[in-house]
């Protein structure tokens, strides 16, 4: 008997237990869970971030002679509404070194990768990428340089 009026008292127990909280339902809200990046409101969508426009991501130097250096500057403009912090710009290989600003770009302005290639050493078409780091979606962008290196007779 005393077995039985336990197992009841437990389950009852238990059914309480199981019961609907209004009370933590009311303290939900939707600013808890907005995430600017993947939300679907019209906010979400004026906000841009910072964002790079390349006017190109490819450059083709044509012939140049062997141990001759070459350099070009991809231009971009920050077309979103928050400053271009770039953190990295990495050549493929050494022969391959790209500079930029460390001071932020701001929303409409321009800035530039300038990229410096030398060819000591190399013979043929020759294709080499920098990789740029930013705090923009995506974080990182890839740019092109080649070239077809001519033997110096």
Do not use: W
Request: aromatic share 6%; proline share 5%.
């Amino acid at each position: 008997m005393n077995l039985k009026l336990i197992l009841c008292f437990a389950a009852s127990l238990l059914i309480l237990a199981c019961g609907e909280n209004k009370e933590s339902e009311s303290k939900l809200s939707p600013a808890i869970v907005d995430n600017p990046v993947t939300a679907n409101s019209v906010d979400s969508e004026k906000r841009v971030g910072p964002k790079m426009e390349f006017t190109e991501n490819r450059h083709h130097f044509g012939e140049i002679k062997e141990g001759e250096v070459v350099n070009y500057s991809f231009k971009f403009k920050n077309v979103g509404d928050a400053d271009v912090l770039i953190s990295a710009a990495d050549g493929s290989c050494g022969c391959t070194v790209p500079s930029f600003s460390k001071e932020p770009i701001k929303p409409g302005k321009t800035g530039s990768i300038d990229v410096s290639f030398d060819s000591k050493g190399r013979h043929g078409m020759q294709s080499k990428t920098v990789t740029v780091i930013a705090n923009t979606i995506p974080n990182s962008k890839v740019l092109t340089i080649s070239a077809e290196v001519i033997s110096a007779k």
